[in-house]
């Protein structure tokens, strides 16, 4: 079996399956629940529409970029379990027996997972992007804050985080060939990208020393793809915490890097080990 005919086999297990569009509308939910909070929020401190207890207005700067950016900053775990489970999943169910039988040649095998991984990131990622501007779109809009929809800076935004979902897709097919148990795959992507980064680029942000180190995390380099982050809010508004970025080529090089770095160990380790 040749690459497109695994390609296509890796699309047909995958529209088997729930998956996909579970992923997709867990996505959908948390997307706009943050981006219409917190839009609505930031929105409203910036225009004093709702009162600081400080008193005073805190100033945020443009508030679009960096709240269109939820799409990637928060939503990019879900390309991520997606890819992983694509790999991890078929140890789970023993499913990957049959599919070395169909194709005895793993890397291309491999490949097809990879390609399919990062088709489907970037679809992830159109419906992240969808789903962000909505809600920061509305959310802006009440209060007569600029959705900067005109600038053609923001549509290269949403484009560069189509990008950044669709590498994540090959990150997360990496990680599931690093770690094949489901339930740890699962657990790692979740502990690392919602508690163990956020927290190490927040502890970072108060020295430039451990900025400029924090920068190369994949979290951090899929934001200097991306052009924007979240945590751009709280360096405008506070003025004193250090937010350091790769330019965006590089940021994607990372992520590059970091897929090819977990994939390669994987194969070394537990992809050519004998299946039942």
Partial sequence: ??????????????????????????????????????????????????????????????????????????????????????????????????????????????WAKIWSAVVFGAAYGAVAVATSAAGTVAALQHFGVDTELHDAATWHLFARAVLAMALWGFVGVGLGVLVPNQAAVIVTVLAFTQFVEPLLRLASAFSSETANAAKFLPGAASDALVGASFLDLQNNAEGTIVVAQLDGQYGGLMLVIYGAAVTVIGCLTTWRRDVS
């Fill in 1 to 110: 079996m040749g690459f497109i005919a695994g390609l296509r086999a890796e699309f047909t297990k995958v529209f088997t399956t729930r998956l996909w569009w579970v992923l997709a509308l867990v996505m959908i939910v948390y997307l706009g629940a943050l981006t219409g909070g917190l839009g609505t929020l930031f929105a409203g401190l910036q225009t004093g529409a709702i009162r600081a207890s400080a008193g005073h207005v805190p100033r945020f700067g443009d508030l679009a970029p960096p709240l269109y950016s939820f799409a990637t900053s928060i939503g990019y775990v879900f390309p991520i379990l997606f890819g992983a489970l694509l790999t991890a999943g078929e140890w789970r169910h023993q499913t990957i027996t049959p599919t070395f039988l169909a194709n005895p040649h793993r890397y291309t095998v491999l």
